[in-house]
């Protein structure tokens, strides 16, 4: 059995400037400092990405990106690259956020070619899957699912597991306090690590890491961790404030 280290990463999305995003670091590094076994993953927004990165030199937490583009450098005004963000001190880099996709057109071929770019960086993306609530209601749930896999990702199904993150959010959940039940995103974990095993390997299948994200708070944490394809959590409110994202991190 592959071991998946717990990941809970915190998206911080269009929220705090550079000096927030440091006293936050100054609060929360303490508060986490006894807990072991946890990857914790910071993801500001690109302003404060350095200054992050400085406030955490020398802690186990890591940093992370909201988005990349795909290209390395040229004529792309407003863009960032993975090249960029690796020399700012990231890590991971979150890809096709439903916010992304729903508010700024991002498409599975865009995520896809996001996922080259930041694979090809040395970067780990965290790739974020997940159904409307019409689409949940209409029974396609696991069809969405499988196209965003299969059109997103299916450039990463040959790296090692460790070098990419799922995230599964159904759209529903985000920002709404409709946390999905703990069997929901049991459901929907187990049906990609499912789908993960026939296209990509058993191997990258069991070992991949598969966060869920939706109105994850610190009291329903501890139940989603409990189910067995649940490896953490990309959580976006309840990670403004210190002592949640703690909290939610000593629960995990
Ligand atoms: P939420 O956001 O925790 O506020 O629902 C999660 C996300 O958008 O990643």
Known sequence: MAVRRPLIAA??????????????????????????????VLAPAFPALEAVASALKGSPAALAAQDAFWEEEGAFTGEVSPRMLAAAGCRYVILGHSERRRLFGETDATVRRKVQAVLAAGLIPIVCVGEREEERERGETFSVLDKQLRDGLKDAFTVDPGRVVIAYEPVWAIGTGRTATAAQAEEAHGFIRGRLSESASREFAAGVRILYGGSVKPDNIAELMAMPDVDGALVGGASLEAESFARIVAAA
């Open 11 to 40: 998206n911080w999305k269009m929220y705090k400037t550079a000096s927030e995003a440091v006293e936050f670091v100054r609060r929360f590094l303490p508060l986490v400092a006894g807990i072991p076994d946890r990857e914790i």
